[in-house]
């Protein structure tokens, strides 16, 4: 196990502070030298020799990756897989290469929804300004006019977005088993229109602008001593601050602000929202969703807001390892009865594929994945789960 530079140098500071806090108060003054000490210590110089910079390719072939004909990622050069551990002793560093790689990866897949699959990129909110935040999600030509089927996708939280069910997969086995592509293709291929939602998309993030505060004290009536002292308290929290951030984070990236999307600042109003605006005008007589992990909470949100009009429209939800609840989410009788009729939960489980899975919530059907984790589950064969299994699943009674 290596040991950086900056380890070796803090590390006889650190257990001292820790054998003088053990003792009395007769020992806060040593504790005191020792706080300066360290504040003197210029980590961000210190630091930066163990972590190179925070500048990462912005194109795979920057990062010399690319996918091969089998839709796996592989290095151009030496054929194999991508390795997470670049530099072993610097986890923090190759954490940001892989988010970096990822946020490749998503505009990737945006391309293949457009170009593959045939997709169009829709703007939301519908009414937005040219300057304020905006969002999207993928239709295809016919979602809204096609008087049969609509499939409506909808991935689960974190960094995935439209198209993706996980970046893990994605990079670590394949585009076919992390993304929704297989199951968009299938379903165009039976005659459905298709609508893939980007529930993750919320916002925008935007510089943090610099705020420069007046000192209190320049137009305070306190008298000087007491000015003094509390600038003097305010300029140690300070000092103490910066330090504990200059360890945190020794190559301090940008301050940013987040800048909410209207109507979209969370999956549930996303989901409400592309309903309103899309599904609901939608031509279809025979709306099915797909709904993975946070997904299937975004829905049952969804259908307590919008009970009614989900009931008239949609005929069936597929759910895999879906984290709605019913309890929580305050589902009423009505919703928990229709959805034991029109929903299915494919679950995490070494059981046979279908077999049923005992539930401890009064809602839908539980069905074994047969798949051990929810990171294999979205590899479940599209043609089983979505479109045969149960039998007359995805078919109007």
């Not at 163990?50 to 592989?74: H, I, M, S, V, W």
């Not at 600038?231 to 301050?255: A, G, H, I, L």
Request: glycine share 4%; aromatic share 8%; hydrophobic share 35%.
């Amino acid at each position: 196990m290596s040991i950086s530079l900056s380890s070796l140098i803090l590390l006889p500071i650190w257990i001292s502070m820790a054998q003088i806090q053990q003792g009395g108060p007769d020992e806060k003054e040593k504790t005191t030298a020792l706080k300066d000490l360290l504040s003197r210590i210029d980590l961000d110089e210190l630091m930066k020799k163990d972590e190179p910079p925070l500048d990462f390719p912005d194109t795979l072939e920057g990062f010399e990756y690319a996918f091969n004909e089998k839709g796996q990622l592989r290095h151009i050069k030496t054929g194999e897989p991508f390795v997470f551990n670049y530099r072993e002793d610097l986890h923090r560093w190759n954490q940001k290469r892989y988010e970096a790689l990822g946020e490749i990866i998503t505009k990737y897949v945006y391309e293949l929804l457009e170009k593959d699959c045939n997709l169009k990129k829709i703007s939301i909110p519908v009414d937005a300004t040219e300057s304020e935040p905006k969002s999207f999600i993928f239709m295809s030509e016919d979602a809204l006019t096609n008087p049969q089927k609509l499939m409506v996708l909808i991935h689960g939280s974190g960094v995935v977005r439209a198209g993706q069910w996980a970046r893990r997969l994605i990079i670590n086995e394949d585009l076919d088993s992390g993304t929704q592509i297989p199951f968009i293709k299938r379903a165009m291929d039976e005659g459905y229109g298709v609508i893939v939602l980007n529930p993750n998309e919320n916002y925008i993030e935007v510089e943090k602008p610099k705020i420069h505060v007046q000192s209190s004290s320049d137009s305070s009536d306190e008298p000087a001593e007491k000015r003094e002292r509390k600038d003097k308290v305010s300029k140690e929290t300070k000092k103490r601050r910066d330090f504990y951030e200059k360890y945190r984070n020794p190559q301090r990236e940008k301050e940013m602000m987040q800048l909410y999307i209207r109507e979209n600042g969370s999956p549930e109003e996303h989901a409400i929202y592309v309903w309103d605006h899309f599904i609901a005008q939608s031509a279809a007589e025979n709306v099915f969703f797909v709904a993975h992990s946070y997904g299937g909470l975004a829905f049952v949100e969804l259908m307590i807001q919008r009970e009614a009009d989900v009931k008239s429209k949609v005929t069936a939800v597929a759910l895999t390892d879906s984290v709605h609840n019913v309890w929580h989410q305050e589902a009423g009788k009505t919703i928990r009865e229709w959805m034991r009729e029109n929903c299915c939960n494919w679950v995490s489980s070494s059981e046979p594929l279908d077999t049923s899975v005992e539930s401890m919530l009064p809602d839908c059907p539980r069905v074994s994945a047969a798949v051990s984790c929810s990171g294999s589950l979205k590899t479940l064969p599209y043609g089983q789960i979505h479109f045969t299994s149960p039998p007359g699943f995805m078919t109007k009674s």
